[in-house]
């Protein structure tokens, strides 16, 4: 085959392969991804497997079911690649081996086991930088395929849902973000059974919006609440509206939606970050407050009396107030329900603020990015009370930054 001047063979076969997914991808079903990778990489004397990480993020599930296991996130190739976003080389019967991170933007689905051909170093960037696109390829099909088909779905889980979490789960955005000027990362417990917490969040027009929700209950009727909130603060806020608006949007709702002679509700911190000065306004509806921290420390809590629960009719009584706080560059807002903080042991004692905060830094300080700090923090929270969660614990955080970013992405 004849290709165009000064483009070099090896580049033409990798631009060839990464078309043919492309292209081929528009009629096919989710089942079909792995095949037409490998159709893509055979040219490239390659083949790749692709390994998606479970909701709990314990272990990376093979899509492929051929007998093979599952790969623990602790202490195997595989998991350090996932875990801390890098390229990791091994060699396995002989060969060479690349595990790479798969990422849809910055939320980290899984890994990709990639066999080199023979002779092909492991170590030479222009490789290396080529393995990163066709892993950022798959993960963009991935995402795309998974609304068409259960197969993505089923691999991810190693537990059945409840009702209410498969409904949850459809409502709440990706678990990590990043953009030049923020980071933001979530992470919510028992995955397969939470009902009455939440999250959301937006980067638009130079702000970042977020939003932390804890129903009453951990049932269905909770995640049914915690929805409504989360859809009526999330089209208040399509709309242009601001805090207030949101929350007294979100408290008509509920109120509205309410049987007579029940109580139901929700807690919510709202908040919406400018990227550029780093003024970041909030709004707190009887939510625990967050916790600003700042060079390896809690410097303070965002703890100004706040309204009640939204559900409860208050909003319409008197408006609530939408407080301010200046973030210096670095800082980072911590955004958290009580099922983590009110966690307990088997003699009683509460995981508590301190033991959050100074195990978010501790991570933060290994250089780990931002969602896995939260997956090993949510890890603790649960083995501090014996891997049984008596309430929904979830974790959000939100940082402005221009430096972070780096931590996203594998280096290459």
């Given at each position: 085959?004849?290709?165009?001047?000064?483009?070099?063979?090896?580049?033409?076969?990798?631009?060839?392969?990464?078309?043919?997914?492309?292209?081929?991808?528009?009629?096919?079903?989710?089942?079909?991804?792995?095949?037409?990778?490998?159709?893509?990489?055979?040219?490239?004397?390659?083949?790749?497997?692709?390994?998606?990480?479970?909701?709990?993020?314990?272990?990376?599930?093979?899509?492929?079911?051929?007998?093979?296991?599952?790969?623990?996130?602790?202490?195997?190739?595989?998991?350090?690649?996932?875990?801390?976003?890098?390229?990791?080389?091994?060699?396995?019967?002989?060969?060479?081996?690349l595990?790479?991170?798969v990422?849809?933007?910055?939320?980290?689905?899984?890994?990709?086991?990639?066999?080199?051909?023979?002779?092909?170093d492991?170590?030479?960037?222009?490789?290396?930088?080529?393995?990163?696109?066709?892993?950022?390829?798959?993960?963009?099909?991935?995402?795309?395929?998974?609304?068409?088909?259960?197969?993505?779905?089923?691999?991810?889980?190693?537990?059945?849902?409840?009702v209410?979490?498969?409904?949850?789960w459809?409502?709440?955005p990706?678990?990590?973000?990043?953009?030049?000027?923020?980071?933001?990362?979530?992470?919510?417990?028992?995955?397969?059974?939470?009902?009455?917490?939440?999250?959301?969040?937006?980067?638009?027009?130079?702000?970042?919006?977020?939003?932390?929700?804890?129903?009453?209950?951990?049932?269905?009727?909770?995640?049914?609440?915690?929805?409504?909130?989360?859809?009526?603060?999330?089209?208040?806020r399509?709309?242009?509206?601001?805090?207030?608006?949101?929350?007294?949007?979100?408290?008509?709702?509920?109120?509205?939606?309410?049987?007579?002679g029940?109580?139901?509700?929700?807690?919510?911190?709202?908040?919406?970050?400018?990227?550029?000065?780093?003024?970041?306004?909030?709004?707190?509806?009887?939510?625990?407050?967050?916790?600003?921290?700042r060079?390896g420390?809690?410097?303070?809590?965002?703890?100004?009396?706040?309204?009640?629960p939204?559900?409860?009719?208050?909003?319409?009584?008197?408006?609530?107030?939408?407080?301010?706080?200046?973030?210096?560059?670095?800082?980072?807002?911590?955004?958290?329900?009580?099922?983590?903080?009110?966690?307990?042991?088997?003699?009683?004692?509460?995981?508590?603020?301190?033991?959050?905060?100074?195990?978010?830094?501790?991570?933060?300080?290994?250089?780990?990015?931002?969602?896995?700090?939260?997956?090993?923090?949510?890890?603790?929270?649960?083995?501090?009370?014996?891997?049984?969660?008596?309430?929904?614990?979830?974790?959000?955080?939100?940082?402005?930054?221009?430096?972070?970013?780096?931590?996203?992405?594998?280096?290459?």
């Amino acid at each position: 085959m004849a290709y165009p001047s000064g483009v070099r063979e090896e580049d033409a076969v990798w631009q060839v392969a990464l078309t043919e997914v492309l292209n081929r991808a528009h009629l096919a079903t989710p089942d079909q991804v792995a095949d037409i990778v490998d159709l893509a990489v055979a040219p490239l004397a390659m083949a790749v497997e692709l390994y998606l990480v479970d909701l709990g993020q314990r272990e990376l599930r093979p899509v492929r079911r051929a007998g093979e296991p599952a790969l623990s996130v602790q202490a195997t190739a595989a998991g350090r690649a996932f875990a801390r976003l890098e390229i990791v080389v091994a060699a396995e019967d002989g060969a060479a081996v690349l595990w790479v991170p798969v990422l849809d933007g910055t939320e980290r689905l899984g890994a990709a086991r990639m066999a080199l051909p023979a002779g092909a170093d492991p170590h030479d960037p222009a490789l290396r930088e080529r393995c990163w696109t066709l892993a950022g390829l798959i993960a963009h099909l991935v995402v795309g395929k998974q609304a068409y088909g259960d197969l993505f779905h089923r691999v991810r889980r190693t537990k059945p849902l409840s009702v209410a979490s498969e409904l949850l789960w459809q409502l709440l955005p990706p678990t990590a973000f990043a953009c030049d000027r923020a980071v933001i990362a979530a992470a919510m417990e028992p995955y397969d059974r939470v009902g009455g917490d939440g999250y959301d969040y937006a980067v638009d027009d130079g702000l970042a919006h977020v939003a932390i929700f804890d129903a009453m209950g951990h049932d269905l009727p909770a995640g049914l609440i915690t929805s409504l909130a989360l859809a009526a603060t999330r089209n208040a806020r399509r709309a242009g509206a601001d805090l207030v608006a949101a929350a007294a949007l979100a408290d008509e709702t509920i109120t509205a939606h309410r049987r007579s002679g029940t109580l139901v509700y929700a807690t919510a911190f709202l908040a919406s970050l400018d990227l550029d000065s780093g003024r970041l306004d909030y709004l707190n509806a009887g939510h625990p407050p967050p916790v600003v921290l700042r060079q390896g420390r809690g410097v303070r809590l965002l703890d100004e009396p706040g309204r009640t629960p939204l559900g409860l009719a208050d909003f319409q009584q008197a408006a609530p107030p939408v407080l301010h706080e200046q973030l210096q560059p670095g800082d980072r807002v911590l955004f958290y329900s009580d099922g983590v903080v009110e966690a307990r042991d088997a003699a009683g004692t509460t995981f508590g603020l301190d033991r959050l905060v100074d195990l978010t830094e501790r991570h933060e300080h290994a250089g780990l990015p931002a969602p896995e700090t939260l997956r090993r923090v949510v890890r603790a929270v649960l083995d501090h009370q014996g891997g049984e969660l008596q309430d929904d614990a979830t974790l959000l955080m939100l940082e402005w930054t221009t430096t972070d970013q780096a931590r996203m992405l594998p280096a290459l």
